[in-house]
């Protein structure tokens, strides 16, 4: 079993950052992708950002690109996603997820291991 677990999530005014992580323990492997998603009240879960499992290769929603960065540290187990220029619209529960695969994907049932997620309140 994977056991992943956000952090860094909290209330910021617009235009401001958050820097979230999510550090993954028990039965591990570094060479899969990892994902961030998102979902606001009363909507679908949604692709955020995703990154291979060598870090070489990420993805990012439309909605978020130029703003919101995936990084990961392996040696730690350890996901980033460092969030500038947020928006009201960016407020959800940011959720982290492992994949089953070494390529980073945008949709959720590329994911098996899924975090209890984070919590981004985004205000005008």
């Known amino acids: 079993q994977v056991q992943l677990v956000e952090s860094g999530g909290g209330l910021v005014q617009a235009g401001g950052s958050l820097r979230l992580s999510c550090a993954a323990s028990g039965r591990t492997f570094s060479s899969y992708a990892r994902g961030w998603f998102r979902q606001a009240p009363g909507k679908e879960r949604e692709f955020v950002a995703a990154i291979s499992w060598r870090g070489i290769d990420t993805s990012y929603a439309d909605s978020v690109k130029g703003r919101f960065t995936i990084s990961r540290d392996n040696a730690k187990n350890t996901v980033y996603l460092q969030m500038n220029s947020l928006k009201p619209e960016d407020t959800a529960v940011y959720y982290c997820?492992?994949?089953?695969?070494?390529?980073?994907?945008?949709?959720?049932?590329?994911?098996?291991?899924w975090g209890q997620g984070t919590e981004v309140t985004v205000s005008s």
């Open positions: 997820a492992q994949g089953s695969r070494p390529a980073a994907g945008s949709r959720p049932h590329e994911y098996h291991y």
